[in-house]
């Protein structure tokens, strides 16, 4: 669309005012910290390992939980037996960056919708989604929709068994689930009724040894190289550097940085940045990438080293798939390079790499007990924590949904000269999709993904569906997820090319067959019941 000049003017003085915002509402969710105390009758039911942690135990009888730090959050909601424990944190983490942010965000609202209005869109949905694979917002805003109907059965009856659960434990036959309750009850019930104990399961990733294995299974499946070699600057002692390089040619083909562990005024979440992103150069030589790997996990302690989580190396085979994607590229421009791919794409091929540590065979090659590392995990132990995934998966959808929804409500048709409450628009969302939340929390206050993921969260269920169905490829390979024709199909097929060619011509060409949402469904626990009462999501044709 071509813009008068004073128009076009506009439209970039409110994307100047825009960026800063951005950039406000970044870092005031990077300062926002929040030191918790409590003692240790608060905290019954947190393992030993959690108290050993640095700076956890800050006085004879007092802990200090920072619910800024997401595995500290995380550990306290899933094992703390006192309802008001959790409940305290959950809505100290819910108000994070209250204060500064909703103002940010409201008026950060007010200018997209100026920008997308100026552009001749209806609203900022339409105007992010028009490059993506949805390409309009109602699109969007039916997937998820429809998802959110279809899973409704599974998600009622997990409900059910996890108030039954709470019922039992308060002796309160009308106790309800309440948004800081369902992360302790999943926990209990899986222990209970899958014998899937998160904790005990620590023992089997120690971080060097999951690093090292994830590395060796990529460099296999994907046929490279990663060298570790010395970083010429370092922002912090245990960064480090690693080269890549095509194992069969020697051609170096990129570098990554690792900052695992948290500190001070570090970006609290895990994602990977490029550094330098690849491209043609005149000359004719390609301009490699290096990317960096900015995580926050568990730091070693005086006596164990740093143990990951079954979650956490669910994440670092994620971020690590963000990594791959922007290092092998061999886009032309640095526009279509790796990663730069439309947003609701941008996930699926890491999304899909999360099925490897559910696999038996995989975490053999590096998960072992640090104590004796001729333990194995047990094969029923893997298919319980399979069948406890499955059995989450309403609770866990619905939440993700529900994050989906808020954002695009957010982002919908909107007059121009009407204000914002960002937190009235979204924290009735949370309710209906999700769970009931107290009044007095601000959830999107500290939603980071709502500068850069805006208007496409709805991103991370389309991306799933494209995952679950590209990882049929490996399922059906010889040697399942460690197949290397499947891993040099994927390099060639969907990294390499990034977005210099339409994404859906890449998934197809990888799969050797059209789209299917079919094994999305079966993923999550939606039967071919549940999809008459509400399809789940557009048909590829929509796509």
């Given amino acids: 669309m071509d813009l008068p000049a004073d128009q076009r003017k506009e439209v970039e003085q409110l994307r100047k005012e825009l960026s800063k915002l951005g950039t406000d509402f970044d870092t005031n969710i990077v300062k926002a910290s929040a030191p918790v105390m409590f003692t240790k009758a608060d905290l019954d039911g947190l393992p030993d390992s959690f108290f050993a942690s640095p700076r956890i135990k800050t006085g004879d009888d007092a802990c200090t939980v920072m619910a800024n ?19 305290q944190l959950y809505v100290i983490r819910e108000t994070l960056a209250k204060d500064v942010n909703v103002s940010v965000l409201n008026q950060m609202l007010a200018l997209r919708n100026k920008i997308a209005l100026r552009l001749g869109y209806k609203s900022w949905d339409d105007f992010q989604t028009e490059v993506k694979m949805a390409k309009t917002g109602a699109n969007a805003e039916k997937y998820i929709n429809d998802l959110v109907a279809g899973i409704q059965p599974k998600f009622d009856s997990e ?5 039954k659960l709470k019922a039992a434990d308060t002796n309160d036959p009308n106790a309800k689930i309440e948004v800081w309750d369902w992360r302790y009850y999943s926990n209990q019930r899986n222990k209970q009724k899958y014998a899937v104990d998160k904790e005990a399961l620590r023992a089997y990733f120690p971080f060097q040894k999951v690093l090292d294995g994830m590395f060796n299974i990529y460099q296999s499946i994907f046929g490279l190289k990663f060298e570790k070699i010395t970083a010429p600057y370092k922002w912090i002692d245990d960064l480090q550097l690693y080269l890549v ?3 069969a040619t020697g051609e ?12 001070e005024g570090k970006f609290n979440h895990f994602a990977q940045f490029d550094i330098i992103s690849g491209k043609l150069l005149p000359d004719g030589k390609y301009q490699r990438p290096t990317v960096a790997l900015l995580c926050n996990f568990p730091p070693a302690t005086a006596d164990k080293p740093s143990l990951l989580t079954h979650t956490d190396v669910e994440t670092l085979f994620h971020e690590f798939g963000h990594a791959l994607h922007s290092i092998v590229t061999r886009a032309k421009y640095g526009r279509f390079v790796g990663t730069h791919v439309p947003g609701d794409f941008v996930e699926a091929p890491s999304q899909m790499l999360q099925n490897w540590v559910w696999d038996k065979k995989v975490l053999d090659t590096f998960a072992a007990d640090y104590h004796d590392p001729s333990k194995k ?3 029923e132990i893997i298919k319980k924590m399979n069948d406890a995934k499955l059995a989450n998966a309403g ?7 529900a994050f989906a929804s808020l954002d695009l409500a957010l982002h919908e048709q909107h007059p121009e000269n009407d204000t914002y409450d960002c937190v009235a628009i979204s924290n009735p969302i949370l309710e209906k999709v999700f769970l009931p939340i107290d009044p007095s929390t601000t959830f999107v206050s500290y939603f980071g993904h709502l500068n850069g993921y805006d208007a496409g969260y709805y991103g991370y269920a389309w991306a799933d569906a494209i995952a679950a169905d590209m990882a049929t490829v490996f399922e059906k390979a010889k040697n399942g997820y460690l197949d290397k024709q499947a891993g040099l199909r994927l390099r060639r097929e969907i990294y390499e090319p990034g977005d210099s060619r339409d994404v859906n011509v890449s998934i197809e060409k990888f799969l050797g067959r059209k789209q299917s949402i079919q094994p999305f469904l079966k993923k999550i626990g939606i039967g071919p019941e549940e999809k008459k009462k509400g399809s789940a999501g557009p048909s590829q044709e929509s796509r």
Avoid: C, H
């Avoid at 409900?159 to 108030?163: G, K, R, S, Y």
């Avoid at 170096?252 to 500190?263: A, C, H, S, V």
């Avoid at 609770?395 to 949904?401: H, K, L, P």
């Fill in 69 to 87: 730090v997401t595995w500290q959050f995380n550990t306290v909601e899933e094992n703390a037996k006192s309802e008001a424990t959790r409940k």
């Fill in 159 to 163: 409900v059910a068994e996890l108030q």
């Fill in 245 to 247: 390089t095509d194992s």
């Fill in 252 to 263: 170096p083909l990129g570098m990554f940085y690792l900052d695992m562990f948290p500190r």
């Fill in 377 to 379: 995990i047990p094969a």
């Fill in 395 to 401: 609770v866990f959808y619905r939440r993700q949904f």
